[in-house]
Structure formats: structure tokens, C-alpha cells
């Protein structure tokens, strides 16, 4: 489970605020994902990163911002969100060389938003 | 107006029994499979994978088939144990290099003493 750190991983935020999610990855994987988790929908991909470069947005609403500044770290950037974003946030990470995809999963940040 | 949660299928099952988990697929072009376990509180962990062109795998008291011809996969515990109290979640791939799974809502598995 130390494979992948998330942090915080509790964080209450108000619709004005901007806030940032961490993700560090200590596999030297070269893929990054955020996930959305919520009591509604199945666990919901937003956003990937292979090699650092962006390769899938999903039509994640703008408030919503990633950030891959190396292989290792990931960041989501949050601003003026909506209640219904409140879910807990997953992050992931995957060797996308080889013919196995298995993603390594952090704890998750719970995210309430007020 | 009160929120409506995800309906999770509820599987219980007496410990030491075998179990199965089902899992229906929606996408026939779908080439790679996981079974993901997730305790509260935790993020999803792999328990095994499998390929389009197998339709059997077996791990370690586990064991995934997967029939092409209906688009269904399942999961299947051996002797489970309380430890095995958690929510499974199928995800199929559908993208380069799995970068896009598609995940299943999930099946709660509940082990009775």
C-alpha cells in the first residue's frame, strides 16, 4: 500500500476555495491516473498520464486541472467546485510497457466540498 | 432532496465456503480483465488478471473465468475467509496500454462466521 501516497487524505473544502490533491508513486511506473469514486457511479477515469504527457481527458469539468510535473507525482488542482464533486479521489499508477496494465491504487483523498 | 447511492449486489457467504463473483462486460473488443478488491477505507487492489485470448486463470485461491461469447466474467474464491470481506470490482480495458479501464459498479462480499 506505500507503493502509491495520496495526500490529504481527508480535505473539506468551500465552493470558492482552490485547493490542490497530491499523488506520489514510488514504483517506477510511467503512467498516472485520477479517479473519481462516488456512492452514484462506478469508480469513473478522469484523467491519464503516460510518460508525462497527458493521453486521456475524459470530459472532466474544467474546475478540475491535473499536473504531471515528473513520472513520479501527480497533482489534481481543484477550484470552484460543486457539491456533487464531494467523493473520494483515487489515484493510480501502471508500467504501460508489457502485456500486463495492472494499476497500483493509493488510499484515496475523501473530498467533501460545503 | 436525499441522494440515491449505487446499489451494490450484496453477496454472504459462510466462511470456508467457495464464492463466485459475477461480472457482465459491455465491450466485445475489450482485451484485458482485473479483479479488484477494495476494504473500507482503502484504495482497489489487484487480485488477478486475464487476458481476451484465455478464458480461464487461476491465482492463488482464486480463479477468473471470462466467456467471450456472453461478455461475462467471474470470480471465483476458494474456501473463503473473513479477511475476504470486501467490495470486488471487474474493469475491462479499452484503451492502449490499459490506459482506460472501464470499471463495474462493484459486488459487496460479506463472509459470516
Known amino acids: 500500500e506505500t507503493g502509491v501516497t495520496q495526500t490529504p487524505r481527508h480535505l473539506v473544502m468551500g465552493m470558492t476555495n482552490k485547493k490542490s490533491l497530491k499523488c506520489e508513486q514510488h514504483?517506477?511506473?510511467?503512467?498516472m491516473y485520477w479517479y473519481k469514486q462516488s456512492a452514484k457511479k462506478p469508480l469513473e477515469l478522469m484523467f491519464v498520464?503516460?510518460?508525462?504527457?497527458?493521453?486521456e481527458n475524459n470530459s472532466v469539468p474544467s474546475r478540475f486541472s491535473p499536473e504531471c510535473p515528473n513520472s513520479s507525482h501527480l497533482f489534481l488542482h481543484l477550484h470552484t467546485l460543486q457539491p456533487e464533486d464531494s467523493a473520494l479521489y483515487l489515484c493510480?499508477?501502471?508500467?504501460?510497457?508489457?502485456?500486463?496494465?495492472?494499476?497500483?491504487f493509493g488510499p484515496g483523498t475523501r473530498l467533501t466540498v460545503t | 432532496g436525499e441522494s440515491v447511492g449505487l446499489h451494490l449486489p450484496t453477496l454472504s457467504v459462510q466462511e470456508g465456503d467457495n464464492s463466485i463473483i459475477n461480472c457482465a462486460y459491455s465491450?466485445?473488443?475489450?482485451?484485458?480483465f482485473i479483479w479488484y478488491k477494495q476494504e473500507s477505507g482503502k484504495g482497489p487492489q489487484f487480485i488477478i488478471d486475464i487476458r481476451s485470448n484465455m478464458d480461464k486463470r487461476q491465482g492463488q485461491r482464486v480463479t477468473v473465468l471470462l466467456n467471450k461469447t456472453v461478455k461475462h466474467l467471474s470470480l471465483q474464491i476458494a474456501a473463503t475467509q473473513p479477511g475476504d470481506s470486501a467490495v470486488y470490482f471487474c474493469?475491462?480495458?479499452?484503451?492502449?496500454?490499459?490506459?482506460?479501464?472501464?470499471f463495474g459498479p462493484g459486488t459487496r462480499l460479506s463472509v459470516l462466521p
Open positions: 514504483l517506477g511506473h510511467n503512467a
Open positions: 498520464y503516460s510518460l508525462e504527457e497527458r493521453v
Open positions: 465491450n466485445s473488443a475489450s482485451d484485458y
Open positions: 493510480a499508477s501502471s508500467q504501460v510497457s508489457g502485456s500486463r496494465y495492472e494499476q497500483y
Open positions: 474493469a475491462e480495458n479499452r484503451g492502449r496500454y490499459g490506459q482506460n479501464f472501464v
